[in-house]
């Protein structure tokens, strides 16, 4: 949906603070929150993750407008080292042989299924640059792991948590937005709210079961880490491939390969 925005000259930003209305309503009507337990409830975890989910949307598009969107893909995918750091050092997860195998062979697919064609020929790589493909790099690692330490949360459901967390996103988005409105810096357009609920829907579903993941699979974060991250490489890849017609390089084929012999050794682990 995001990559035929450009096509559609559909505002990103608008359809993303859209999206997180639709989650919110889908979080009430399907999860049912509890609110009887709220003084347990990991707070600063919630408005951490209200604030990043929408503003890295916005420093992936400086990223990508700096530095193009191979290297910020890049920075993005391999921002599942910061979460496999914290599996085995914050979240104590024993690291087996098979486990470090499999997560080996993931990263190989990582860097074999960027695109290789060269869209920076025409742009200033500087400092500034950097810095929002660091911002990147860091954001999607510290973002996975505070939804691990929600799903880990046994004060309070992850029903309920990820209620609030849609909650706290949509108002800080909203809140920008009404400030890029006011200041005439972007024009408000109602189609980008139905644009930004079908959005929701997708992004609802992707975090419920994500968070579902890390509860069914409690004492191995990694391998949901591991697993979704680098399942997400495939899904994107056939995705391009089998609706937007795009060419697959050999290297792209074998890390695709790799990437789906790597999953299959992380679950056998």
Request: charged residues 10%.
């Amino acid at each position: 949906m995001l990559k035929l925005a450009k096509r559609y000259q559909i505002d990103v930003f608008q359809a993303v603070v859209w999206n997180y209305s639709a989650a919110i309503l889908l979080s009430w009507a399907l999860l049912r929150p509890e609110f009887g337990h709220l003084k347990a409830a990991p707070v600063v975890s919630y408005i951490a993750l209200g604030l990043l989910l929408p503003a890295i949307f916005i420093v992936l598009g400086i990223s990508i407008k700096l530095s193009g969107i191979v290297r910020t893909e890049m920075a993005q995918r391999l921002s599942l080292a910061i979460s496999l750091v914290a599996a085995f050092f914050i979240f104590s997860e024993e690291a087996t042989t098979l486990k470090l195998i499999g997560i080996a062979l993931g990263f190989v697919a990582i860097v074999l299924t960027i695109p290789r064609q060269n869209d920076n020929k025409n742009k200033r790589f500087n400092a500034n640059a950097w810095s929002y493909l660091l911002i990147v790099f860091g954001g999607f690692g510290v973002i996975d792991i505070l939804f691990k330490q929600i799903s880990a949360s046994k004060a309070i459901s992850y029903n309920t948590s990820l209620f609030f967390v849609f909650v706290f996103a949509f108002g800080f988005s909203f809140i920008a937005l009404v400030y890029q409105v006011a200041k005439k810096r972007m024009r408000f357009s109602w189609p980008h709210i139905f644009i930004g609920w079908g959005l929701g829907i997708a992004n609802f579903g992707n975090i419920l079961f994500y968070l579902k993941a890390h509860r069914a699979l409690a004492n191995s974060p990694s391998t949901v880490f591991s697993a979704i991250n680098i399942g997400l490489i495939v899904a994107a890849a056939l995705t391009g491939f089998l609706i937007f017609k795009e060419k697959l390089s050999l290297l792209n084929k074998v890390g695709i390969a790799l990437a789906i012999i790597a999953v299959i050794v992380i679950a056998r682990s």
